[in-house]
């Protein structure tokens, strides 16, 4: 090739070559874009909190250790029912029920420090709390549901449906000796009268209610029985239609074929009742416990989380009342806190 055409051809790759290397560079990625995907995930994450309940997951297959619960004989069956379910569940721990009265199961919790949570059908009082704080405790309640309590009868009983307040006051205080000193169109027979014990919350909110929280009236009653065994109530109950006796409504439900559960002021223990507030002796079911024991021992966090979750499908097969859903999501957020959540 002449010297000539050689040096244009090398030109002109020159200039292709010059032109690549001077041409406008691709615009590189990013480094710091708008963090979409954080910003969009984080309704996702409340919404499934929400369908939890605000709480945690439990898988109960993972957990062990023991649980020990001890108190109020109203609650034990629901604690009882829910325990089963944690069990059927899973969890291969071994939990102790003891029913021995809201008041004994305070002691055990605040005095003796023996129990991880304390069952209760009425709020703590002061002075248990105080005893609690001695031992450096500090009880957290949760409510887990509602009871009508039953006063009931025989369901051989063929004269009484109702009763009022002062009836109830003049029966077990041992004011009225028959039934005709009741009511004369009622039998002149002796009325045996069926207690819970002074141990019991039951009886300390039917004394609350009938006797102004004097005691003393219904303890003075002449011939009266008391136990902190409400199957012992029931069955001294069933053993003569002149009997009488009250307790949790899950008794009466247990054995709804052979008692008679009484209107009070007028008014059915039933759930339309409990639920607008009609019925005049429903009252909150509790379960007690600590940060210190939560956060000590997870398998008692995760079973009163898993109680407070389940409860509203066991409840009213165990013969209570669902507590209102804005009380639930209270004992729940109790929870959070206590775990620091």
Known sequence: MKPFYLFIVLAAFLAIVVSGCTSEPTAAPQTNPEPISTQAAQPVETEVMIEEGGLPMVDPLTLT???????????????????????NEGFAGKITIDSIGSGAGFERFCVAGESDISNASRAIKDSERESCKSISRDPIEFRVGTDALAIVVSAENDFVDKLTFEQLAQIFSGDAATWADVNPAWPAEPIQLFSPGSDSGT?????????????????????????????????????????????????????????????????????????????????????????????????????????????????????????????IADAKQAWLNAMGQ
Do not use: H, W
């Open 65 to 87: 250790g023991d649980i020990i619960m001890a108190g109020s004989s109203t609650v034990f069956p629901l604690a009882e029912a829910m325990a089963e379910r944690f069990e």
């Open 203 to 327: 009886f300390d909110y039917f004394v609350e209610e009938i006797f102004d929280e004097d005691e003393t009236r219904i303890l003075n009653a002449p011939g009266i029985q008391l136990s902190e065994d409400d199957n012992v109530l029931v069955q001294g109950v069933l053993g003569s239609p002149f009997a009488i006796g009250y307790f949790g409504y899950a008794y009466y439900v247990e054995n709804a074929g052979a008692l008679k559960v009484l209107a009070i002021e007028s008014v059915e223990p039933n759930q339309e009742n409990v639920d607008n507030g009609t019925y005049p002796l429903a009252r909150p079911l509790f379960i007690y416990s600590d940060a210190a024991i939560m956060q000590g021992k997870p398998q008692v966090a995760s079973f009163i989380n898993f109680f407070l979750t389940n409860v509203g499908e066991e409840i009213s097969d165990v013969g209570y009342f669902p507590a209102p859903e804005a009380v």
